[in-house]
């Protein structure tokens, strides 16, 4: 179970900062800071979701497992975000297996606690509606972006989505890991990172990943990090 930490004053979760000032104050107060560790799953697919997490120093992978080939990363939630959309959907289960990538702080909620405040909150539901919609968005763009673009160009924007959440010009990704994020065996995943490297756009040894060349990668990247970023502007502004 992760630590239970004190909620400061000034959290870093962009969803939330959206909210009007009294509004998200008063939110602030139902939530408890936890330490999230990478590797730790949140959630396996079929398995009920009792609690909501906003990322602010951590960051959660969505992965579906396939019967057959690797399982497929289709989302990855940031302080941009939150996990789960599928609680103020009513939902109580995801096929989908949530898995800490980026160890760190996040804001924890019950389930049911949270689709109270959805209740009582306009603000708030106006908030989290417009993010599903980003969601359902993102997950579409996985999708298409799996079955349309090369891989070199999918792999620049999963890094550049991961450099994003984790804040740092460098982090750790395992061929196994980067392997789910883009749908494709290892030697896949060598090939493409090794032309990136080539074009002096990262650093990788060993899963240790340094971005290089921000507006190259960038370049690189397939149009979908573009849409992605947009998409998120929309609701909470541009990133910080």
């Given at each position: 179970?992760?630590?239970?930490?004190?909620?400061?004053?000034?959290?870093?979760?962009?969803?939330?900062?959206?909210?009007?000032?009294?509004?998200?104050?008063?939110?602030?107060?139902?939530?408890?800071?936890?330490?999230?560790?990478?590797?730790?799953?949140?959630?396996?697919?079929?398995?009920?979701?009792?609690?909501?997490?906003?990322?602010?120093h951590s960051y959660i992978?969505?992965?579906?497992?396939?019967?057959?080939?690797?399982?497929?990363e289709v989302g990855l939630?940031?302080?941009?975000?939150?996990?789960?959309?599928?609680?103020?959907?009513?939902?109580?289960?995801?096929?989908?297996?949530?898995?800490?990538?980026?160890?760190?702080?996040?804001?924890?909620?019950?389930?049911?606690?949270?689709?109270?405040?959805?209740?009582?909150?306009?603000?708030?539901?106006?908030?989290?509606?417009?993010?599903?919609?980003?969601?359902?968005?993102?997950?579409?763009?996985?999708?298409?972006?799996?079955?349309?673009?090369?891989?070199?160009?999918?792999?620049?924007?999963?890094?550049?989505?991961?450099?994003?959440?984790?804040?740092?010009?460098?982090?750790?990704?395992?061929?196994?890991?980067?392997?789910?994020?883009?749908?494709?065996?290892?030697?896949?995943?060598?090939?493409?990172?090794?032309?990136?490297?080539?074009?002096?756009?990262?650093?990788?040894?060993?899963?240790?990943?340094?971005?290089?060349?921000?507006?190259?990668?960038?370049?690189?990247?397939?149009?979908?990090?573009?849409?992605?970023?947009?998409s998120y502007a929309r609701?909470?502004?541009?990133?910080?």
């Amino acid at each position: 179970m992760p630590s239970v930490q004190s909620v400061h004053e000034d959290v870093p979760n962009r969803l939330l900062d959206a909210l009007p000032g009294r509004e998200r104050d008063r939110l602030l107060g139902r939530f408890e800071a936890v330490e999230l560790v990478f590797g730790q799953c949140l959630l396996q697919p079929g398995g009920r979701m009792g609690d909501v997490y906003f990322p602010t120093h951590s960051y959660i992978s969505l992965i579906l497992p396939l019967a057959r080939g690797p399982s497929l990363e289709v989302g990855l939630i940031g302080n941009e975000g939150m996990w789960s959309v599928d609680v103020p959907l009513g939902t109580d289960t995801s096929q989908l297996r949530a898995v800490v990538q980026g160890g760190g702080v996040a804001l924890r909620m019950p389930a049911e606690r949270f689709r109270q405040e959805l209740g009582a909150s306009q603000a708030l539901r106006q908030l989290i509606n417009g993010y599903t919609v980003v969601v359902l968005q993102q997950l579409a763009q996985a999708a298409a972006c799996m079955h349309s673009h090369l891989v070199e160009g999918r792999l620049a924007r999963w890094l550049l989505m991961t450099q994003d959440r984790a804040h740092a010009d460098h982090f750790h990704l395992t061929h196994e890991y980067l392997a789910h994020m883009l749908g494709v065996r290892r030697v896949g995943v060598t090939v493409a990172a090794s032309a990136l490297q080539q074009r002096k756009l990262i650093a990788y040894h060993r899963g240790d990943i340094a971005v290089l060349d921000r507006r190259g990668l960038e370049s690189a990247a397939c149009e979908c990090y573009a849409a992605d970023l947009l998409s998120y502007a929309r609701i909470n502004g541009p990133s910080k």
